[in-house]
């Protein structure tokens, strides 16, 4: 029962980054999915895939997962650069490309 421990990006329909401080514990799947003959839905047995854990900060999540003796893998955020843009730089005069519509 390895569980993976991450803060969860920021979704590419939006520009704002909500929903993306808090720290997720989830379980990966030890077993694999199977289809249902008369339906055709997705099942499984596994059902610590439906536990979905949130904390307020990455140590508070491991703390955690060690307490409980939970096997864990940590991925540390990708921390995007933070690229400074005005309105007033498409109309500089130091442009290297000139403006056009």
């Known amino acids: 029962m390895l569980a993976r421990i991450y803060r969860p990006a920021k979704t590419a329909m939006q520009s704002g980054k ?6 997720i514990l989830e379980f ?3 077993s694999a999915r199977f289809i249902d003959p008369l ?4 099942g499984s047995t596994d059902m610590n895939g439906q536990v979905r854990l949130t904390f ?3 140590d508070e999540a491991v703390a955690y997962a060690e307490r409980h003796g939970i096997a864990f ?3 540390e955020p990708h921390e ?3 690229i400074l843009k005005a309105y007033a730089d498409n109309f500089a005069t130091h442009r290297k ?3 056009t519509h």
């Open 18 to 23: 909500a929903k993306t401080a808090a720290w």
């Open 28 to 30: 990966m799947p030890a």
């Open 39 to 42: 339906m055709g839905w997705t």
């Open 56 to 58: 307020d900060t990455r």
């Open 73 to 75: 893998r940590l991925q």
């Open 80 to 82: 995007a650069p933070l």
């Open 97 to 99: 490309q000139p403006w």
